[in-house]
Each structure stands twice: as C-alpha cells, then as structure tokens.
C-alpha cells in the first residue's frame, strides 16, 4: 500500500468513527482530498486507492492539472478556493463543484461559461465573522442565494466555511452549529467544512463534505 493509501485508510477510519460519534450515515459524509500544491502522483496514488473527489485552491493549478489527468474519467474535481471572474472559465469548464461563492459577478461568469451539468455551488459563510476570511456575512447569505439560484447551469447545493483555527475543538462547535442553521433556514442540504484540523468534530455537527489535505498527503510545499 502507498503512503498516501494508508493515510486515506487513516483518514477514512477516523470519519468512520465521527459519524458514530454524531449519529451520523456514513454514506451522507462525502471526503474531499485537497490536492493543492500536491503532485499530480500522488493524486495519481489516492485515486488509485478508490478517492474520486479533489479540491484545488488555485484556478489554473485545477485547469492544469485536470488537463493532465484526463485519463481519470470518472475524477470529480472542487475547486474550494476565492476565484476572480477573469478565471471563472477555468473552473467553469472542469469543475465538478465550486465551493466558495461570495458574490453575484463570479456567479455570473461561472453561469455564462458553463454547459450542463449543472456546477454544484456552495455559498461560502464567514461564520467567524473574521476580517481575514472570505464568505458573505450569515445575514447575507440569503440574499446572495436568491440571486445566485436564478442563474442557469448552476446548482446552489449548500453552505462552505472555514471556521477560526482553535486549540480546544470543542470552540468551534457553534461555528458549524451555525452554518448548519443557516443552511437549514434556506432549506439548502450539504455543508462542505471540516480540515485536517478540526473534521471530526466538524462530522459531529453536520459535516457532509469534510476537505482534507495534510493529513492525507503531507505537509504543502510552499
Ligand atoms: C487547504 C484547504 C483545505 C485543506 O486544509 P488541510 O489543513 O491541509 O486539511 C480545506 N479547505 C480549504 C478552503 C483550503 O484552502
């Protein structure tokens, strides 16, 4: 078995036992190997090992990347990071999922770019309310998803975010509380949160697509 194969088993055992934990079907809490800054080997190495799902920070590193791994059919590739409308077309062209809208004009540029399949949106929430993080405020989701949810070739699934980082886990549980009861006010199902850092507890709280980098393949170079 590779390296990267045991630590997706890791990494699949330790989900496993959050959704024990939280009363959760496994089969409702989808994994996201993030593959930024990772060589297309070692994608090469997970796929291998049965992962299907891939998140990407950055527009071109998705588009190159998906370019050479055209061979891998049934690969699902999420892009999870901010966007600018100049690189919409990227994404809008090989993505699977966008995971971080924030406002209408990117949206609109991914709509216009895109064929069917629908994109699977995720309208990312600033649930920490940090100045140094993306996503729109709790109270502007809403408005931001009815203007998004118009558009055509696109699917609004879900809410993303990516909570402050804590030493003591246990923080952070009213963060994923919230973006759960923000979803639910919008009758929205998935919610894509949960790192290396805090997944398991993520789970506990509702996590349906936890993304997952370091403890799958290392630490990033930079
Ligand atoms: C890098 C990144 C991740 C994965 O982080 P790890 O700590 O490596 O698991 C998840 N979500 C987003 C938005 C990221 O940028």
């Given at each position: 078995m590779s390296e990267v194969a045991?630590?997706?088993?890791?990494?699949?055992?330790?989900?496993?036992?959050?959704?024990?934990?939280?009363?959760?079907?496994?089969?409702?809490?989808?994994?996201?190997?993030?593959s930024k800054l990772q060589s297309v080997e070692l994608i090469r190495e997970a796929y291998a090992a049965?992962?299907?799902?891939?998140?990407?920070?950055?527009?071109?590193?998705?588009?190159?990347?998906?370019?050479?791994?055209?061979?891998?059919?049934?690969?699902?590739?999420?892009?999870?990071?901010?966007?600018?409308?100049?690189?919409?077309?990227?994404?809008?062209?090989?993505?699977?999922?966008?995971?971080?809208?924030?406002?209408?004009?990117?949206?609109?540029?991914l709509s216009k770019r895109r064929s069917l399949p629908k994109l699977?949106?995720?309208?990312?929430?600033?649930?920490?309310?940090?100045?140094?993080?993306?996503g729109v405020a709790p109270t502007e989701a809403r408005g931001l998803y009815d203007e998004v949810r118009a558009l055509p070739n696109l699917e609004v699934v879900g809410?993303?975010?990516?909570?402050?980082?804590?030493?003591?886990?246990?923080?952070?549980?009213?963060?994923?509380r919230k973006l759960r009861a923000v979803a639910q006010q919008l009758g929205l199902k998935e919610l894509s949160t949960g790192t290396t850092a805090d997944f398991e507890v993520a789970i506990e709280e509702g996590a349906t697509y936890v993304r997952i980098g370091t403890a799958i393949f290392g630490a990033r170079e930079s």
């Amino acid at each position: 078995m590779s390296e990267v194969a045991q630590r997706l088993k890791a990494v699949q055992d330790r989900i496993a036992k959050a959704c024990e934990r939280g009363k959760r079907d496994p089969s409702t809490v989808k994994l996201i190997a993030v593959s930024k800054l990772q060589s297309v080997e070692l994608i090469r190495e997970a796929y291998a090992a049965g992962q299907r799902d891939f998140g990407e920070n950055y527009a071109q590193e998705l588009r190159d990347k998906s370019a050479e791994l055209a061979d891998l059919k049934d690969i699902r590739w999420h892009a999870i990071g901010p966007l600018q409308s100049n690189k919409a077309k990227y994404i809008a062209k090989q993505a699977f999922a966008f995971h971080a809208v924030e406002n209408l004009n990117v949206a609109q540029e991914l709509s216009k770019r895109r064929s069917l399949p629908k994109l699977k949106l995720f309208i990312e929430v600033n649930v920490g309310g940090e100045l140094t993080k993306s996503g729109v405020a709790p109270t502007e989701a809403r408005g931001l998803y009815d203007e998004v949810r118009a558009l055509p070739n696109l699917e609004v699934v879900g809410l993303m975010a990516l909570p402050p980082l804590a030493d003591d886990l246990n923080i952070l549980r009213p963060y994923f509380r919230k973006l759960r009861a923000v979803a639910q006010q919008l009758g929205l199902k998935e919610l894509s949160t949960g790192t290396t850092a805090d997944f398991e507890v993520a789970i506990e709280e509702g996590a349906t697509y936890v993304r997952i980098g370091t403890a799958i393949f290392g630490a990033r170079e930079s």
